[in-house]
Every structure is written in C-alpha cells, then in structure tokens.
C-alpha cells in the first residue's frame, strides 16, 4: 500500500512538473495538428466549375464565393464555361473525365443531358458536387434549392390570393423557363401538389419563356387579352420576369395581378419587388449557397472516401421576400461578395 | 358566270407565288383563330399580336435590305445585344442614357461597316463573315463591355420607356415605329437609286458592277445599314422588356428573322422581294405565335409548327426560284 501511494505521489509530482512545462510551452500556443492538416489536405487540389454560363448572377455569385475560397486556402479552381450550350457543357465534362481533376462542380441545364458523364466522372474518381440544378444522378452532395417547395409556396401564395371569393377571379397562368431544367419539372410538381388540393384555382395558361425577359412579356401581353380578371401568375425565374411584370404593369394591372417568382435574391430582383412588379419573390441566397458550396468542396476534398462512396444533400432554406422585408440583408450584390 | 375566269385567275396569281400562298394561309389562319378562339379578334388582341411581332419585323427590315443585294447578315443578334448592352453598362457608370446611347449606336455603325468592309474588299462569303462576325462582337461584348449578360434599363430614365410602353392615340410606340421604319425601307427601296442599285446587286452582280453600281460601297451600305436597324430594335425591345438579354444572342432570334424573310416570300437568291412582303411575313408569323400562346401550346409543339412551317416555305421557294448557273453563287444559302 505504501509503496503504491509514493507510487502515486511520485506520479503525480512527474505530471506537474510536465504540466509547468506544458504550461510554459502554452505562452506560445500550441499548434493544432487539425489545422495544418486541413490546410495541406487542400492544397493543390484541383476544382472546375462546369456552369450553364457565366455571366448571370447566379453563377457569378457562386464563382466568386469559390473563388474566395481557393484564393485562401491556395488551391486551384477553374471555371469551364459553355455558354448556354449542353453540347459544350457535355464535351467539357468529358475531357475533365480524362482530366481527372480532383471535384467537379456541375449545373445542370437539364435532368438528363449530364446525368451519365457525372456518373463515369464519379467511376473515373473526380469527386462531383451539383448546385442548384440536379440531374437525375445523385452524386456526392447536392446544395441547392428544394424547387418542389419553392413550387409549394409559390401556389400556397396564390391559393391566398386567388381562393374562391378571395381575388378577382381565380384565374393563374404560369410561364415556365425550360420544359426539361430542374427548376421547371419539379417546381410545377410541387405547384400541382398544392393546386391539386384546390380545385378552384384555374391555371389558363402555361408556356415556356426560354429564359427571355421578351417573350415574357408577350405571351402575359396575349394571356391578360384573353383574361383580363387574371388573379395570379407564377414565374420561374426574376431575370425574365421583369418582361411577364412590365406587361401586367403596361395593362395597368399591378394591384389586381399577384406576381410571384423566384430568384438568386440579386439586389437587381429586389429592385423590382420595391417598386411592385414582384409581390412575392422567393430568393435561394446565392451567397449562403456559395459558402454551403465552399463547405462542401472542402468537405469532399478532404475526405478519405471515394468519389460517390457517400451521398449527402442539402436543400437550402428559403427566404419569401415582399415589400415588408426587402432590405440590405436578403438582398445582394456581385460587388459585395467578390 | 361572266366572273369565273376573273376570279379563276385571281386563285391563279394567289396561288402561283409564294407570296399568295403564304398571304391565303395568314388569311386562313386568321379565320380560324377568330371563328375558334373568342378572344382572338378583339382590337386589344390584335394590337398585341402586332406589337409582339414588331421587333421581329424591324429587325427582318433589315435583313430584308441585305437580303435583297444577294448578302446575308446573321450578325444582327449579336450587333443588337452588345450595343444596347454596352450602352447601358456605360450609362450606369454615369454618363447620362442619350451619351450612352450615342456611344452605343457608334458600335453598332462601327461593327456593320467592318462586317461590310470584310464582304466587299475581303470577298469573304456573307454567311461566313457574318457567322464570324457575330460570335467576334458577341465574345469582345461579353470580355471587356460587360460581365452579366442581363442588363436592366438604367433606373432614373423614365423618358426611355416611351419607345417601348407608351401608345400613341392607342397604338404602342412599337407599332408605330415599325410601320415608319416599312414606309421608309418601302420609299428607300422603289424610288431612290439605292433602292434601284440593291435590285440590280441582286438579281445579277456580274451586269450590276459592269453599267457601273459601286459594288463595294454598297455592300458596305447594307451591312451598315442593318447593324443600325438592329441598334433600333434592340433599343424598342430593351424599352419594352425594361431590361436587355445578352443570351437571346444564343436563341433561335435570328432563325425567325430568316423565317420571316423567307416566309414572306423574299428569295434568299436576292433581287427580288418587297418591303410588303416583310410585313406579310410577320403578320403571319405574329398570327401564328398569338394564337399558339391563347391555345395554350406547349412550347416543343410551337417549334415543331415554327420549324415545318418555316421548311415548307424554303421547299417552296426553291420550286418557285429555282437556282441555275445564273442565279447560284458561291457562298450561297
């Protein structure tokens, strides 16, 4: 027992004087081996950002963020971009394959243009993250929107709106971007999902803008000829929906049609909620989707797994922008993020 | 009785041009759309079927020039994107919008008559200089003018939306716009020697440059003169969308454009063809686009309709102007 206590004692004299040691060694600090793991795992990694086309808000906000990100923690990212064209998009995809970069991170144009290459990327060992738009390939993370809830809130707002009795007329009409994105095959499921529940919505329109502020603005021009009691309308996307508002406001209609679209929540698309051309906008915040993205690229970039071991997902939350709340902090600018 | 063969060769005129078949169809088109669709011919309709078509009708105006003196110009989305874009990325760094919109202009004029210039001292074949020529304006556009491709009118210019919302004793400003720009095309074309020399460019450039037509000087003319009428209508269609797209550059803009051309029955061999057949052109793609959008169409059937259409009017042109040794040239659509 004795010698078990001095054993003790002695043992516990030993572990101070390393703790005064230690202790004198902590005026220095101490060096977290975290921390330099974390930066050597990253550097020299390769990323490229395979875009639908620079050059709008959404995919400049998005570069810059990861921009910033490569800058800090010294590693290589490139931008390939094609231009609005999937059969640029789709050789671009195929001489990274044989590239082998260490993550991709695609937009898709549409559910099934990339959906195969992102597969054999992921069997050649390039890591793939989808933002925004998916494909029908599932990869290693996707960060983006829910499209189907964006479709939700955007009917649930007319339904408010334009219930029996409630507006007008009960009358919608929708304009859609492009018939097979993501954004418009989910977003009109998740639209039907709601209007499904009440009958009493109308939809007597639904065409496609391909994206363009102009045809936009005619085919609302045509659809407010037909139905001058229109109540509603949804659009997919801010940038051309200025042309489907500045035909309801050329027919003087701005208080009697509810215009409810979506966007990057650019100060641009906040500029049209102010001044009334949109009465709900609901922004996917590019720039908490550029640090999501950033997370995640680190993320993958430092993990042991292989490419398309693990599959995760994040769908980001949504912030419904009116006049009420349409301020410095829900909305954006390229200038401030760079 | 005594009216038979009146009338049978009034079916015979429509019916043995391109221009009669396509003006019949319009005006079948536009019986049906009325009989089937109630709201179809109403005033207010009518005026935004024109309306909607209109900055497609300024901009066939022009290719309707250069069509005429045997060229192409498949530039014009790309002179039209850049110049009004950079006009107004230059008007946001405060300059006033009428400076900006000078400076603008200058490009477009700049850009047709390099394009020109390329035609006529190059001997380059119009539809290749042109193809180059708008994916060189389009990427020095999108490199050093400007780097989003949307650009929303300049806030603060409320005087600029009067060429393209405002209406003129109920007619848009567009409208209007559109039939000044067809009077004036129509008087340049048929009595002026501009006008006369475009003919005679098209119909026979060997004949033309011999008696005397300064070939090159007018090749240079045209292609100015279409990159200015782009200008226009990229200024009508920026005033009236509030905002101008860089990537209707990559849409199939200038396919209707030629759509319009070749539907009115202007032949792509040049030399033949009036400002009235522009006009018809897009009145009946105006008709046809306004009455898909009320049947609520989905969009891959309305091109499937655009894209029939449009080759049956090409099949048709080549039965009715076939190509011979004499009308063929190199470079040749």
Redesign the interface.
Known sequence: MKLGQLALAAATALAMAVGLTGASAQDKGLENPRSAAFHSGLEGKKVVFLPL?????LT?GWAARMRNQAKRLNYDFQIRDP???TDAGTRALQSLISEKPDLIVAHNPDIQSYARLLAQAQAAGIKVVQINLESNTQTDSYVGADWTEIGEQAALAVVDKCGAGKGKSTKVAID?GV?TAASDVFQLDGIYRVLKKHPEIQV?????T?????K????M???L??HPDLCAGIGIWD?QD??T??AIK?AGKSDQVFLVTSGGGNR?GC?NVTNGNFSLYISYNVPLQGDLLNQEIARLLLSKSKAGETKTMYFNPLTLITKDNVNQRNCWT?DDIK | MTNTPRSRRLASRLLGSQEGIVFVLAATAFVVFALALPGFATPGNLVSLVRSVSVLGILALGMAIVVIGRGIDVAMIATMVVSVSWAFVIARTGYPLAEALVIGGAFALVAGILIGALIAYGDVPPIFATLAAGSIIYGLGRTFFFTLEMQNVPPGNDWFDFIGKSRVLGVPVTVIAFAVLCALAHFALTSTRFGWQTYAMGSNPNTARTTGVPMRAMVIAHYALSALVAYVAGLILASSASAINARLYNSTMIYDILLVIVLGGIGLNGGAGRIRNVVLGTIFVGILLNGMTILDVPFTIQNLVKGVVLLLAIVFDSLVNPRDEQTSQQGDL
């Open positions: 086309s620079m050059g709008f808000d400049e231009a609005w064209s859609t018939p007597v329109s639904q065409q496609a391909e994206y363009n502020a102009e936009a603005r005619s085919i021009e045509t659809v000829q037909q940038n200025t042309g508002a500045s050329a641009v500029e390229l």
